[in-house]
Every structure is written in C-alpha cells, then in structure tokens.
C-alpha cells in the first residue's frame, strides 16, 4: 500500500510538471513572453519616444501586450492654448496600467495643486518633492509637476500628473525614479505644445 501510494504521488507530480513544461512551451499562462513596448507606438504627449518607452519597460507589469490611446484637445499652432488637455492609457493585455495626464490648470497655491491634482491617487505621507517645475512630487505610484506656462495677461500652469495602477517587481525607488522620467517627458512636451511663454523649470 505504501508503495502504490509512492507511485501515486510520483505520477501526480510528473503529471504536474509535463503540464508546466507544455505550458512554457506553448508560452501559455503564466510563461507567455513579455510584449515589446516599442518607441514608435507609445503615445505622443508622453514626449521623447525612446526615453519614454524604456521608463515603461521598467514600470510596467509583464505583459504579453501593450497597447497605447492618445488623446488631445486640439492644438493651436500659432499662440498659447489655454485649453490644452492630453491624456496617455496604457494598456496590457486588456488591463488599464497607466495614465499621463496634462492640463492647463490655474491653482491660488501650489500646496492646493498638490492636494486636488497629486494627493487624490495617493497618501499626502508617500509624496516626496523633486526639482522640476513651480512644484513637483512623487511616490513609487505617482508623479505629477505643476509647469509654469504663461504670463499673458493672467497666469497659467500646466498640471501633469502620471499614475501607475499597476506596477512591476522593482524597487519603490526605480519606480519613483522612472515616474519622474515620465513625468518630466510630458511636461516638457506639453510645454512646447501649448506654446508657453514662461520657463518650464523642467531640465531635461
């Protein structure tokens, strides 16, 4: 008896492990290969396309896919747009992974920016402050920069805000660091695209 039932647990765990085989041979749950994140598909607000599409390859969970949505109010070419909005999703294999926002937005403090902009996705305790902008903060979740944009007349900042809803196995601090990238990407594109008249404090 106790050997058949040796024998039974054996063939359970052959079993087992040929199903795991053909599993990873097949590239079927969970041994499917990562999807590439290409430069020429991420989305255009999100700046620079190289430096943009290695930061997500390192905050992004490991998908078989990934696919992109740009979206854009439309742009004037010839002067300072005080209704520009974009917003980057990011998808992988059909879960929301993350979204890049930018806005023209005029707060009375920064500290307000901070807490209606940033402070809705994450724990004020979390936020850490970083040189970029008028005010910039981020977390292993989230990154946003209040941009200087225009004096013409009246004052204008842009809000950019990128958040990570879901995240790869990197460290909270790889992960603050590549949101930053992110971020200042966008910002820095959102500023020329909205034909801002004042520095943007972003150095990059």
């Known amino acids: 008896m106790k050997r058949a039932k040796v024998f039974s647990i054996t063939g359970v765990v052959l079993a087992l492990a040929l199903a795991a085989g053909l599993a990873y041979a097949l590239k079927l ?19 620079n396309a190289s430096r943009a599409a290695t930061a997500l390859a390192d905050v992004l969970p490991e998908k078989s896919s990934y696919s992109f949505r740009d ?7 010839d002067e300072l747009d005080n209704s520009y909005q974009t917003a980057c999703f990011v998808h992988g294999d059909g879960e929301q992974l993350l979204v890049a926002q930018a806005e023209m937005l005029e707060y009375d403090t920064t500290e307000s920016w901070q807490k209606e902009a940033v402070e809705q996705f994450v724990p004020a305790s979390s936020l850490l402050p970083f040189d970029a902008g008028d005010k910039a903060v981020a977390s292993d979740r989230v990154a946003g920069i209040y941009v200087p944009c225009a004096s013409r007349g009246v004052r204008r900042h842009l809000s950019v805000v990128v958040q990570l809803k879901k995240q790869s196995d990197a460290s909270a601090s790889e992960l603050r660091a590549r949101l930053i990238d992110l971020a200042e990407n966008a910002a820095v594109y959102a500023h020329t695209k909205a034909k801002c008249d004042m520095p943007s404090k972003v150095d990059r």
Request: some cysteine; hydrophobic content about 30%; aromatic content about 8%.
């Open 29 to 47: 749950p969970p041994f499917e290969e990562r999807g590439e994140i290409k430069a020429e598909d991420v989305c255009a607000s999100l700046g």
């Open 71 to 77: 979206y854009a109010t439309d742009l004037r070419t």
